[in-house]
Each structure stands twice: as C-alpha cells, then as structure tokens.
C-alpha cells in the first residue's frame, strides 16, 4: 500500500506524518509554536513562517524516525498548499517539492480544510456519506456536506470572525490566558452560563451562516459597561479590575454557552434541512466539551452517528494531509513542479 509523507505549514504548526494506504498512522508529529505568539496574542505571520523553515525539517525526520522507515519507502510526499497564511504555506510546499522532486515520486497538493473532513477516518473506518462536518478553528466556521471523500459542498460559514478567534478575543479581554479557547473553557467551570444575556447569532436570509463579531463586542460591553462619550472621547466606564472574579466565570461561561449554541443550532438546522448519516467535525474548537457533548445529542437526534476524531487529528496535523494524499494519489490526482501556496482558496475549487 502507498506510504505517504504529508507535510502541513499552513499556519502556527510545523508538522509531518507517514500514513499507510490513507487512514493509517504510522506517525504524526506536530511541533506548535504556542511558545512564539503567546505574548502577541494571536499568530503573528512572519514569526510563524521564519519559525517553520527552522521546524519542519526536525519534524519530518522525527515522523520518519517513529515509522521506523526512511525516505526511500515513501511513495509519494502531499502537502496543505492552500488555504492559510501565505509565508508558512510556502515553507511547507517548497519543503515537498524539493523532497518529491530528489526522491523521484509524485507530489500531491492537497486542501486543508478538505483534509480536515477526512481526519475523523483516520486510524478509524472509513466515513460513511452522506455526511455534515463542522470546521471550527481560529480561521475557520463553516459546515459543509459530503457525499464522497474527495467532494466537498459548503453549506454556510462564518460572515466575520472565525469562532476560535472570538474565544481566543475573548480570553483576552477576560485576560484568561492564551490560546483563548481552553482558557474560557476553564474559566467557564465557576461561571453561571444565564448569567449575562449574550446573543446567539443567527442571520436573516442565511440560515446556516454564523457571525461572531456581535457576540464579541456584546461581551465587551457586558464586561466594561456601555461606552459613554462620542468619538474619540468615548470611554468604557469599567476596567477588568473593577469586576468580581465570580463576574468574570459568569462573562466567560455565557460567552461560551452563546458561541457554542449558535454552531449547534447551525449543524441541527442543516440535519433537518437534508438528512445525513455521519456528523463529524474538525477543528481546535472541538476540543470543547460543551460543544463535543451538544453535537453528541444533535447527532442522536437526528439518528447519524458522530464521528469526531482523536484531539490530535482535530488540531492541525500531517496526518489529515497524508490521508487525503493517498486517496487523490490513488486516482492520480497528483501535482505539478508549479504547485502553488495559495492563500485563498474555497474549496471546491481546487486547481491541482
Ligand atoms: O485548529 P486549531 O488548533 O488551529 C487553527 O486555528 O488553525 O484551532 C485553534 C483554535 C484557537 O482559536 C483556540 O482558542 C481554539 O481553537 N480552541 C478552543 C478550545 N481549544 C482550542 N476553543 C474553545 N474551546 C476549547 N477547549
Ligand atoms: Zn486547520
């Protein structure tokens, strides 16, 4: 069976696996760079690509070392080469070209949000189509629909912020610590989800879209008060000091109960819309318990099974890309020399 090396560089993690005859892992290994961002706040670009360039070697040859095989085995290396930030997508997809063209064997640019669709299958069967998934990250909200592994149909997305991203704005704000998602989470525990009314979006000729950037600015002013003043004299008539530790657990917990809610009714809308017989999901955001446990019951619902992969397959990993790989390399779906990092690309309208 095809060996696959994948590679995947699109955005704050260097990571690399061997996957046999697309679903099993031999090894994956992701190197993140929490440590380089974390004084930002957020991913910074250009550090994360300069921080790849050091990674990604190291990373290949420890996916190498755990398989116990060399670069000879491998038949063939994918890589994420679209979408993600443009300058770590380039490291990675040079990385797999110089590596495939020095081997001799085919080279495979794959999707990453389509790769996220086949983590849950991995080391696990094969999905069963028609399927939903949601994709829920720090760039990404969106659900699409399956009724093969290399077909995707987009069924609605976020219009703003990525969900990841309004928890990890909110932790900020809460000054919960970072990254935001597992630090509300925790926070959340002491806090009373009712406590503070905070809107779950739901938008008017979009029914399976989400928006997050109201929530946001709903607990801003849940937290600091209403601005007073106009313009540039605008004040906030609170500061973060000013509120009770118990406060804070509340703010977080309802902010979390009105995110979460709003994917939920979006992936329970779209079941009822077209019925399904998997719901999987992909993503950092479904580390969330509260989320994993509400898509649980929507899953039991509507009779679908639940099919969200291991935490390690969720985040970004190699192994999803290597996956993915195998399936296009076994219908000769490969790529050429020119492979492009492409920022933006929806999927569904691959080029290569
Ligand atoms: O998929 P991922 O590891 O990286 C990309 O964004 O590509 O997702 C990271 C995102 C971050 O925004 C993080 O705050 C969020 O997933 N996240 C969570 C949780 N764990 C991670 N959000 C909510 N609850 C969590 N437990
Ligand atoms: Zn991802």
Request: charge should be negative; aromatic fraction near 4%.
């Amino acid at each position: 069976m095809p060996l696959i090396l994948g590679i995947e560089s699109s955005c704050d993690e260097s990571a690399a696996a061997i996957v046999d005859d697309s679903r099993s892992v031999l090894s994956s290994v992701v190197a993140t760079q929490h440590d380089l961002h974390e004084r930002f706040a957020g991913v910074v670009p250009e550090i994360a690509s300069r921080a790849h360039t050091e990674r990604l070697m190291p990373v290949i040859e420890e996916a190498l070392r755990e398989a116990d095989v060399t670069l000879k085995d491998i038949d063939a290396v994918a890589v994420g080469h679209a979408p993600g930030l443009i300058g770590s997508l380039l490291v990675g997809v040079s990385a797999a070209k110089a590596l495939a063209w020095s081997l001799g064997i085919p080279l495979v640019g794959v999707h990453h949000l389509l790769a996220h669709l086949h983590a849950p299958s991995l080391d696990n069967a094969p999905i069963d189509f028609p399927s939903l998934s949601l994709i829920a990250s720090g760039g990404h909200t969106a659900m699409y629909r399956q009724d093969a592994t290399m077909e995707a149909t987009l069924i609605g997305s976020t219009i703003d912020d990525a969900v990841g991203e309004a928890f990890d704005k909110a932790a900020t704000l809460l000054e919960a610590g970072y990254p935001g998602g597992p630090a509300i989470e925790k926070l959340a525990e002491a806090g009373d989800e009712k406590a503070v009314a905070l809107p779950i979006s739901r938008l008017r000729g979009n029914r399976f879209g989400f928006s997050f950037a109201g929530l946001k600015t709903a607990l801003l002013y849940a937290t600091r008060g209403n601005p007073v003043g106009r313009g540039r004299d605008s004040r906030f008539p609170r500061t973060l000091s000013d509120v009770t530790p118990s406060r804070r657990a509340d703010l977080a917990a309802s902010f979390q109960h009105a995110a979460i809610s709003a994917l939920v009714r979006g992936v329970d809308e779209a079941m009822q819309d077209a019925p399904v017989v998997s719901l999987c999901g992909g993503g950092g955001v479904l580390a969330n318990t509260m989320l994993r446990d509400r898509l649980g019951e929507c899953a039991s619902r509507h009779g679908a099974t639940l099919r969200i992969p291991p935490m390690r397959y969720c985040i970004d990993n190699a192994a999803m890309i290597a996956g993915l790989g195998g399936h296009m390399l076994a219908v000769g779906r490969t790529a050429s020399w020119d492979l492009q990092a492409t920022a933006k690309l929806p999927l569904g309208m691959q080029t290569s």
